[in-house]
Nanobody, 123 residues
Framework: QVQLVESGGGLVQAGGSLRLSCAAS????????MGWFRQAPGKEREFVAA????????YYADSVKGRFTISRDNAKNTVLLQMNSLKPEDTAVYYC????????????????WGQGTQVTVSP
């Protein structure tokens, strides 16, 4: 029902910023809550941020709170992750996901996933 394509990853120095974009296809996009996850080498995929279907509510992992901002534009079928004050420990593959409920913190709570985009933060 929903296909997700991510972009915007790359290499940035510590303290810098990146904006990740997730473009969705499907007429039911606006009914889904969206989330961002990340997975670093040797670690499990972890929750980063979530946004409700309307965009009125957001939730963040403690590790990124105050630095990352999730937003969505339902008219454009797009969800964004603005990442500021990046740290080397933010280095990971970042994934966009769509699911039926807001604030799903587990991988299994989402039905659709993007391909992932690499974010590398150098010291």
């Amino acid at each position: 029902q929903v296909q997700l394509v991510e972009s915007g990853g790359g290499l940035v120095q510590a303290g810098g910023s990146l904006r990740l974009s997730c473009a969705a296809s499907g007429r039911t996009f606006s009914s889904y809550a969206m989330g961002w996850f990340r997975q670093a080498p040797g670690k499990e995929r972890e929750f980063v941020a979530a946004i409700s279907s309307s965009g009125s509510s957001t939730y963040y992992a403690d590790s990124v709170k105050g630095r990352f901002t999730i937003s969505r534009d339902n008219a454009k079928n797009t969800v964004l992750l603005q990442m500021n004050s990046l740290k080397p420990e933010d280095t990971a593959v970042y994934y966009c996901a769509a699911g039926p409920i807001f604030r799903g913190l587990r991988v299994g709570q989402y039905d659709y996933w993007g391909q992932g985009t690499q974010v590398t933060v150098s010291p």
